[in-house]
């Protein structure tokens, strides 16, 4: 029955704008999307995954060691040290980069963001346009076809969908809807199409609902890098001030009051990792935007340490391996049936003609055989990637199915078995076409299917596809191909596209249990035949062997897999549910992009690791001695000046540099297990070595400045004997940097003017032999404490292999 134009009834007011009723084929007029605009009516931009400016600023401003360094430098100031106020300037360095870097990181992705924003088709005046999804209002008429995420609520005024809430409600069920049936925002199309009126846009949507309500709950989603480097801020800001405390109060007793907060402030700024939580942020928002340039939206920066551990690669056929595009190469009318050549183009126009098409093989399918047809479906069902066909209902003309031969012919699939798999295995997707005896219903009865005709499809295999399979197999990347067609025909795509093992092939209609999907996984390369579901299942399963798996997609069929995998990358040609659920989006959807994607995770991640170790060689140093301090009569050998002039030559400049480094090996173990590592030989060195030096000191009588002295040209040795295996192996740039920052330090502490700025006094007689005996240890003493802790590693390692 034809609906009137406007039905202006008073369903609920908001903002004193009554809802309207609009016709589902004329939609709203331009003046009625005007007065909503205005009113607040419109859908909800989509919240940016980035911070807004003002946080970036508040956050790397107000923090907790900037206020411990601004009450430090009072007390300089009290005092009357003011070169001891050299660490301000670095303090200030790094809060200005760290700003800089990360607004001009958010800028480039915000950009990205908007270039990636979804867009629907909205009925508006009777004229069916593309409108950008923060665009819409609310009473707007839109269409939802498969592969859609349902922008905002919305009833179903004309059509059928079916929809998947497992993002909302965590079931993974298809839900069918009909007319009158609601649509919840923040679910997706898996199938069908239809025109929907949104009733609830913007923060009143279901799904603005559920994130506000997770905000009031918020969890932790750091990554482990950022939640390791957390736990060690948090632990050093709780002992800072009652260590500091303490330690002033003890060093009052034998020193002036100037020395002693010279010495504790010089002790407290040893402690505080500075720069380490600053070179991390902003490593990797230069990371994202760098990858920005290349067209990669990243949506949530937690992935670039992801990337660099990947070890698993999912890949579907279509979209990945080959082109998207497929074309019609034949038919082949069976045996068994009365039908000729021209009734299957008969039908075949029918079931085409005048349809949208969902995906691509729909596509080419009514590119060949959509002409004019004078037959009128009855009903329709529409394509599900878990039922794996389509049908149409033309009354006294027949019912129809088209499908994956499997699934169409179910139980008696051998009867054309050995004609179609002889096309699969050619890499031939294989359609049936088929008759049905009664009306359709949820499921096929395969009693009731008559075989009527194969039809064979073909896409090209990506040009890049081989090459790029070929970096992944040199990386240590093993590729998995995860595909809803026949497996002979994905292994077939997939070994002349050059991947690995790609013989080895399982149907997953044979997985059933956990144990059949974890056999699966260790054994087989290829996976065929896999409904939405298996796809998660599979994920999962890689997951529960220890593998980092990534996965890309493009497909309404691959958002709940993208959403499981450790990374989730989704092409931007696909479905706006796959791009939304995904941490990454390649907006040129080109998969030749993946390799820079993976490598460039992998130099930040490495860098990141190598400069932390000599951020941590300081901390160490410097908790470990306060905490002894606290206990025995010896003054904190070293003043701050002296520190920044260390930490900038030994630490801040070199680690500028190693992170712009090219390293692309994968990363393993855990972030903080491997700096720690790598930072306690240096770490303890420099404890033993100044107490050693200060024990002599007192022992032989030496002067006090011989101690402090001493203790410079130990910390500074030790800094750059770390310094030297972190630049192993040794390229240009690190030989260029290495030799540099020594002859800079060599400078501070051997030229006259510039020893006396920074307080360093000549090394009297009476203790030259001291001091080069230490100097001789250090290299020995820093070896020694590498080797104990890489025999304890090498031990663990062995018990858990032994375990496994």
């Not at 595009?325 to 008969?346: A, G, K, W």
């Not at 029918?350 to 479906?377: C, I, K, L, V």
């Not at 039922?387 to 009354?395: I, M």
């Not at 031969?405 to 096309?423: K, L």
């Amino acid at each position: 029955m034809k609906q009137k134009k406007r039905n202006t009834q008073h369903i609920s007011h908001h903002r004193n704008i009554p809802v309207i009723n609009a016709d589902f084929r004329e939609g709203l007029s331009p003046e009625e999307v005007r007065v909503r605009q205005q009113n607040g009516l419109r859908n909800i931009t989509p919240a940016s995954n980035t911070k807004t400016e003002r946080q970036i600023i508040k956050e790397k401003v107000f923090t907790f060691f900037n206020l411990i360094f601004i009450v430090l430098a009072a007390a300089l100031l009290l005092v009357g040290s003011f070169k001891n106020l050299a660490f301000l300037a670095v303090a200030i360095a790094n809060t200005v980069i760290g700003i800089f870097q990360e607004i001009r990181a958010k800028r480039a992705v915000d950009k990205l963001t908007l270039v990636a924003a979804g867009t629907l088709k909205a009925i508006r005046s009777g004229e069916r346009i593309s409108v950008r999804t923060d665009q819409l209002v609310r009473d707007d008429i839109v269409e939802f076809a498969a592969g859609d995420q349902i922008c905002a609520d919305a009833i179903v005024r004309d059509g059928q969908l079916q929809v998947n809430e497992s993002l909302l409600t965590g079931e993974a069920d298809a839900i069918l809807k009909n007319v009158g049936d609601t649509l919840k925002s923040g679910s997706f199309v898996i199938s069908g199409r239809c025109r929907a009126q949104l009733t609830h846009v913007g923060a009143d949507s279901y799904a603005a609902k559920l994130a506000e309500e997770a905000r009031r709950d918020v969890r932790s989603t750091k990554s482990e890098m950022m939640l390791s480097l957390t736990k060690l801020i948090t632990v050093v800001g709780i002992a800072l001030i009652p260590m500091g405390i303490m330690l002033f109060i003890r060093q009052m007793g034998t020193l002036s009051l100037r020395d002693s907060v010279e010495a504790t402030v010089a002790a407290l700024i040893g402690m505080i990792p500075e720069g380490l939580y600053l070179l991390t942020s902003v490593a990797i928002a230069v990371s994202c935007l760098k990858l920005t340039k290349s067209r990669v939206l990243v949506q949530d920066m937690n992935c670039i340490e992801t990337l660099a551990h990947v070890d698993v690669l999912c890949v579907d056929k279509t979209g990945t391996i080959t082109e998207p595009e497929m074309e019609v190469t034949d038919i082949y009318p069976l045996e068994s049936s009365r039908f000729t050549y021209e009734d299957i183009e008969n039908i075949l126009a029918a079931f085409y003609y005048g349809e949208e098409p969902d995906n691509e093989t729909a596509r080419a399918m009514a590119a060949q055989f959509g002409r004019e047809s004078n037959w009128h479906a009855v009903k329709r069902i529409a394509f599900s990637s878990a039922t794996k066909y389509s049908g149409a209902d033309f009354g006294e003309k027949g019912r129809y199915v088209i499908g994956a031969p499997e699934f169409v012919m179910g139980a008696r699939y051998e009867q054309i078995r050995e004609t179609a798999e002889p096309w699969s295995a050619r890499g031939c997707r294989v359609l049936l076409l088929a008759s049905y005896e009664t009306e359709f219903d949820v499921k096929l009865e395969s009693e009731l299917v008559t075989p009527i005709a194969l039809i064979y499809l073909t896409n090209l295999i990506r040009p890049d596809a081989p090459k790029t399979f070929h970096y992944f197999a040199e990386q240590g990347v093993s590729i998995r191909v995860i595909s809803g067609d026949n497996p002979l025909t994905v292994s077939e795509v997939a070994t002349r596209a050059g991947i690995e093992n790609a013989d080895r092939y399982v149907d997953s209609t044979t997985l059933v249990s956990d144990r059949d999907y974890a056999e699966a996984v260790r054994k087989y390369t290829v996976f065929g035949r896999v409904t939405p579901e298996q796809k998660r299942k599979l994920i999962h399963a890689f997951q529960a062997q220890g593998h980092t798996v990534a996965m890309t997609g493009d497909g309404v069929n691959d958002v709940l897999a993208l959403k499981d995998a450790d990374c989730g990358i989704a092409m931007a040609s696909g479905s706006q549910a796959a791009s939304q659920v995904s941490q990454i989006v390649l907006l040129n959807s080109q998969f030749s992009a993946m390799p820079s994607i993976v490598a460039e995770g992998r130099r930040v991640i490495n860098n990141i690791q190598r400069a932390a170790s000599l951020f941590l060689v300081k901390n160490i140093f410097s908790f470990a001695l306060t905490l002894i301090l606290l206990f025995i009569d010896m003054p904190y050998p070293l003043q701050a000046i002296q520190l920044s002039l260390i930490s900038t030559l030994t630490i801040g400049v070199p680690s500028f540099f190693l992170a712009l480094e090219p390293n692309y090996a994968r990363v393993e173990g855990k972030f903080m297990r491997n700096v720690i590592r790598r930072a306690i030989p240096g770490g303890l060195t420099n404890v033993l070595l100044v107490l050693a030096a200060g024990v002599f000191t007192k022992l032989f009588h030496l002067p006090e400045t011989d101690f402090n002295a001493m203790s410079v040209w130990i910390v500074s040795t030790v800094g750059f004997v770390t310094l030297y295996y972190v630049c192993k192996p040794f390229t240009r740039l690190r030989i260029a940097v290495f030799v540099t920052m020594l002859a800079a330090m060599l400078l501070a502490l051997l030229i006259p003017p510039f020893a006396a700025f920074f307080e360093i006094m000549s090394i009297s007689k009476k203790s030259i032999l001291l001091f080069i005996l230490l100097m001789l240890a250090c290299p020995t003493v820093i070896r020694f404490f590498q080797l104990i802790f890489d025999n304890q590693v090498a031990r663990h390692e062995t018990k858990k292999r032994q375990k496994k």
